[in-house]
């Protein structure tokens, strides 16, 4: 059975028909691709210029409305970012007092440009134009599965369809790009084409730079070809790089690199969003956990007949062909890990999912290539039964959450995640910034206030809490004063971050008594002892850490006592917490600006603090003054205190 041209024109004919006939919404960073998009069409630049913000407010267009993206916006765009200085705001950064850039590359919205212009003349809505290179990739899948899977074309454009491809065709955002760049990257790498699979990596990474661990695929595979052929599926021999092949690589190589070059010249950062939108500390095992396993948006939750296939063509296999298969699914799972890494450091964790979160929409690619990829090496009948299992698992999925994902939203958890928190809520842990936003339906600033709270409630009766562990209290009217709110179960996550469970109780609380406290304003000697290195000069009311770690050193401790540390102080620019060891002993990620720590009882001899601040900035980078010192936190009082020994404590119940 081969490919039908008929059938794959109506599916995408089908397909256009359906997401061009919904009212089209901004979502996730279209606003900035569309705005480059018509930047391109009318002066061939994606520099954005005031004007051309004040000629798209003034516009009456119907379609403006629909965009979801208040006027205001635009317009406190232009008042705010007057100054030329490589921060960003609302997706856009200014270079100068004349041109804006969007914080994303441009690759996308220049393949919108030559649809955004007339459907902006003819009064259409140009949201329309990004909808449109979506299905283009789409079209670019279907072509290539046609070529190289005949026997499956129809088939493999479903799945590729029905894996997350349905929830983000109307997406105004670059997910479907990189998923279909993933695919055709992934696809040509087989088959030998050099040049085809890292023109496609390029493309993919000039807009998610995750892409870039695709580029050297295809060379690999034509060098274990050589040697080991037995260990990959049938493809082609291989044979010597034509002009194709090196132009295809070259240009792949400079897309990729591209978008690195252009910010570094217009901006003088190399990447906007990986400064300002990426924290590679809050790397972890919980997160990547999370980005695969969430009951709300993890990939193998959402997309579990991706997974279920991927198992499954494993083991039905012809045995012959099992080596080759295990080895270049292996190869397949080894790539997307490498490339969710990069995607764990985000700042903006929750950001807009569409039932699966989109990094782990395009993520989930390399597994489906092994899936269709696997198909030949197996009976029909064998074939169907993988196809069959994929397509029912992503059925039901389907039927729940909507076939655009149009039964939920971002901001509420996902079906199977309430079932789990009604029942079973110390089973659900997701990353804190998760359940924040999802548990208070919005989405809040980033990074959370260590002083925010999120509750789960069954029945009216709290069951679930996160808070931060500098905090010992819980959301107001839940204890009265004097007492503090504790919790059982307790369960720690990222960055300080912890969940408590019921049954909750509210415990009186203790004295503690003031041990000695350091001021370090200007002309106040008391903290002058304490300070090592990475601090600048005592300057007004405290004194500045200088570079990414600075260190105090504190008394030795009296034997047998329970000791807290309390510290004041006020961040500079994008630093919101900073990382705190004693005595080289990991405590946590704590917000400095007004934070408890209680200090482990083993400790012995002089404390020797050490506070990291991963994000510190100098006032000359960020164009506010000619200071180049790299600023984290403004330090103004440290208090160590003695806390009573533990007793039997007086509590209120409430668990009714």
């Known amino acids: 059975m081969r490919a039908r041209p008929g059938l794959l024109a109506a599916l995408l004919v089908t397909l256009a028909a359906a997401v061009l006939g ?14 480059m998009a018509l930047a391109w069409a009318h002066h061939a630049s994606p520099v954005l210029s005031p004007e051309d913000f004040r000629q798209l407010v003034a516009q009456p267009w119907s379609w403006l409305g629909s965009w979801n993206a208040p006027a205001e916006t635009y317009q406190t765009l ?60 789409v079209l670019l899948v279907a072509h290539r599965l046609a070529r190289q899977l005949p026997d499956w074309a129809d088939a493999g454009l479903l799945a590729f369809f029905v894996s997350g491809t349905s929830f983000y065709l109307a997406w105004t955002g670059t ?73 295809g690589a070259v240009t792949g190589i400079v897309l990729g690199m591209l978008p690195f070059v252009w910010f570094q010249i217009m901006i003088g950062v190399p ?36 997974g279920l296939a991927f198992v499954l063509s494993l083991l039905l296999v012809r045995r012959e062909a099992r080596r080759a298969s295990w080895t270049w699914s292996g190869l397949m799972l080894a790539l997307m ?14 950001s807009g999912a569409v039932v699966v979160a989109r990094y782990a929409y395009w993520l989930a690619m390399p597994l489906l290539a092994a899936v269709l990829l696997a198909l030949p ?65 919005g989405d809040g ?36 004063p004097g007492f503090r709110l504790e919790g059982s179960a307790v369960r720690r996550v990222d960055r300080g971050w912890e969940y408590l469970h019921a049954p909750f109780h509210c415990e009186r ?90 200090l482990p009882d083993d400790l012995r001899g002089p404390l020797h603090l050490e506070l990291r601040h991963p994000r510190a900035q100098s006032p000359k980078a960020r164009g506010e003054s000619a200071d180049g010192r790299l600023l984290g936190l403004y330090l103004r009082s440290l208090t160590l205190e003695r806390l009573p020994p533990p007793e039997r404590r007086e509590f209120l119940d409430l668990s009714q």
């Open 509 to 598: 609380g203790q004295q503690s008594e003031v041990v000695q406290c350091w001021h370090f304003a200007q002309g106040d000697p008391s903290g002058q002892p304490l300070l090592g290195s990475g601090w600048s000069l005592m300057e007004g009311e405290g004194i500045w850490s200088e570079g990414p770690r600075s260190l105090l050193t504190l008394p030795e401790l009296a034997p047998g006592g329970h000791y807290r540390l309390h510290l004041r102080g006020v961040y500079y620019g994008d630093q919101r917490s900073s990382e705190v060891l004693i005595n080289g002993r990991a405590l946590g990620s704590f917000a400095l600006s007004e934070a408890s720590i209680n």
């Open 337 to 350: 890990l490498v490339m969710s890494v990069p995607q764990a450091t985000a700042l903006n964790w929750n």
């Open 78 to 137: 232009l008042s705010k970012l007057g100054t030329p200085a490589p921060t960003s705001w609302a997706g856009y950064a200014w270079s100068d007092g004349r041109h804006i850039h969007a914080i994303h590359f441009w690759l996308l919205s220049l393949f919108a440009a030559p649809f955004a212009g007339p459907l902006a003349a003819m009064h259409a809505n140009p949201l329309w134009s990004l909808l449109l290179v979506n299905l283009g990739c």
């Open 377 to 441: 090496q197996m009976t029909r009948a064998r074939a169907w039964c993988v196809l069959g299992v994929l397509f029912a698992a992503q059925a039901v999925v389907l039927r729940a959450e909507g076939w655009y994902g149009q039964k939920g939203d971002y901001a509420h958890h996902g079906a199977l995640a309430q079932r789990v928190l009604a029942r079973a809520p110390a089973w659900y842990n997701p990353d804190p910034e998760i359940f924040y936003e999802r548990s208070g339906h």
């Open 271 to 306: 990447s906007i969003p990986g400064k300002y939108a990426t924290v590679p500390e809050w790397l972890s095992w919980n997160r990547l956990h999370s980005l695969y396993f969430d009951l709300s948006q993890g990939m193998l939750v959402c997309l579990p007949g991706v």
């Open 175 to 247: 997910e479907v790009m990189s998923a279909a760049c993933v695919l055709l990257s992934v696809l040509a790498a087989l088959r030998g084409a050099v040049g085809a699979a890292m023109l496609a990596a390029g493309i993919g990474a000039a807009q998610t730079p995750s892409l870039l661990a695709l580029l050297p695929l295809a060379p690999f595979l034509q060098l274990v070809r050589l040697r080991w052929a037995a260990w990959l599926p049938p493809g082609p021999p291989v044979r010597a790089w034509s002009r194709r092949d090196y132009a």
């Open 22 to 35: 919904r009212e089209q919404r901004l979502a996730g960073d279209g606003g900035e691709y569309l705005m």
């Open 445 to 480: 600033n980033v990074p959370i206030n260590e002083d925010a709270f999120a509750v789960w409630r069954v029945d009216g009766h709290l069951r679930k809490l996160l808070r931060h562990s500098s905090q010992t209290s819980g959301p107001a009217g839940l204890c009265p």
